[in-house]
């Protein structure tokens, strides 16, 4: 759940209102309810639209962490966690 | 709707609401509410994650320090759940559209959002299904508070879904509202099964998670004939099982008017049917259903019951209702079978490593002398007023058997001193449930009056399987040839002894099985009363002759398997004809 929560807690800093797409559903970024229903994997693409004042820096925020921060980290969770 | 599939362990369908107990106990109360208490719900809703906030909050700072870091998330999941207004927004709109209480509110949408994450194909993601449950059950206990709901207080028919029951939890049942019975564990003779039989209650095990699936308050079918539970069916399903049951209802009246007639074969063979009870009520249900007296009498509900060891008042009493309500039949009252309970474990300094091979039952009560004479004590008192026979559990070896006949000796003697009467020629037996007692059965029969063949146990320990586990119900087999041995041996040392030999476990209850039993010569069966009725239909339907050809050819197989496919063959022949 830790990626969804980063995410949220990035998306929540901006008051933009800020949709994230994945295939053809659209989520509101800002629910950890919706973010983790929209269960995205690794490898998969998302869209992030938002729509205010900060909408751009807040797609630019949100972009950064999903390639970088949160592709890191679930990597190394891989790595970490034990032989089922 | 969904539909799961379990262990049918008691027949009936029953259509009606659901109170979950989880595993904390906890009961969604009420469904709806009027109209114009709505906006009172929303603000429950909105206390509730307010104080689970608080909560979660105090816990976090409580625990700053912890570097277990899968605790800290536990928190920061649930606070994000907590604050996710969406989340919110979404149970709110189910109370102003449906008049939900806000309990049942969060409930279905908390399940339903376990639900689809559990369908992801990401296992884990699926797995944090887990985590949305401990939520609900936050914002529950918010609502609901510590106070335990239990089943002392319904006011309507509900059907009780239940990870497992407990004999105490079962001892308190009102039978006139508890309907149906649904758990998530449990096996065809685990306790929760047996008492559903002996009530006549429809009930399915082994169901895995249907606490999980089930909200409180919805409507639910448990249709124990065909070991299935359907949540929230939908109109077509709900028209189908109406009719079910209806059928059923139409069975039972014609199966009624058995009562007065005999348990005989076709070729003139009677059978005696007994009943299994547990509390003293029961023996009125077996004497309604046409039951001649009880093969086995269960004492251990005085010891769970109460919090304090039963005086002999205590059991003269129990005794004596069963006793005015059977009349002339004969009472075979075992004594205390109790052991990996409550009662025993709560007593020992440190907790038995396997408490079922452990100090317990017959032995218990050896070591614990005062205890084993009250109750001994009170069986012989009560013996002067109706057939009362008694009974030891668990006895395997000759002088375990003769200790106990010694202390039933001293009990006489003391009852004597005292003036007070007793039958001294009250017939003495044991249970054969162990396969000691099986194998040594010819010494075992020359000391006894009769036997009684546990069947649940014997074919239990017999194969090595726990048969209240459901990961194993498919190895405990009364057809297995190992345990069709054992009862042969049995019949046929009770047989050279010249003593009665009865089966009072669940296998006499059962229709694939029946037939066999007689076959093999057994002509005394105690089951379930609910049960008597459709036992006694089937040995009317019978002969001797047929059971004996039966009972030949099914004892000729190798596997349990063969033999079980053979007995349901010839059970679905019967049905087949009887059309």
Redesign the interface.
Known sequence: ??PA?QF?DRANYYAAKISVIKDSQIV?G?????V??L?A?QGTVLKIIARGPDAQPAVDALAELLENDIAKNTENDAADSPAK | MEIIKGIGVSPGVVICTAVVLDAEDYRVPRRTVPAEHKQNEVQRLHQAFLDATQEVTNLQIAQADLWDSKIKDIFAVHLHFLRDRTLRRKIADLINHKSYTAEYAISVILRDIGRQIAQTPDTYISERVSDIYDIERRLLRQLIGRRREDLDHLTEPVAVIAHDLTPTQTASFDKKFVNGIATDAGGRTSHTAIVARSLGIPAVVALNDVTRKCAAGELVIVDGTRGTVVIDPDEGTLKEYRGFAAAMVEHEHELDELVHLPAVTTDGVEITLMGNIEFPYEAEIARKKGGQGIGLYRTEFLFLEADHEPSEEDHYQAYMDTIRIVGDHAITIRTMDLGADKFTQQRRGIPERNPFLGLRSIRYCLQNLPMFKTQIRAILRASVHGRIKIMFPLITNLIELRQAKWVLADVKEDLEEEGLEFDDSLPIGIMIETPAAALTADDLAEEVDFFSIGTNDLIQYTLAVDRVNENVAALYSPAHPAVLNLLKRVYQSAKRAKIEVHICGEMASEIEYVPLLIGMGFNVLSLAPPMIPEIKELIRSLSLEQCQRLARKALSFDTDRQTINYLRAQMQERERHDR
Do not use: L
């Open positions: 759940m830790r929560m949220v509101d800002k629910s950890i309810m919706q983790t229903m269960a994997t």
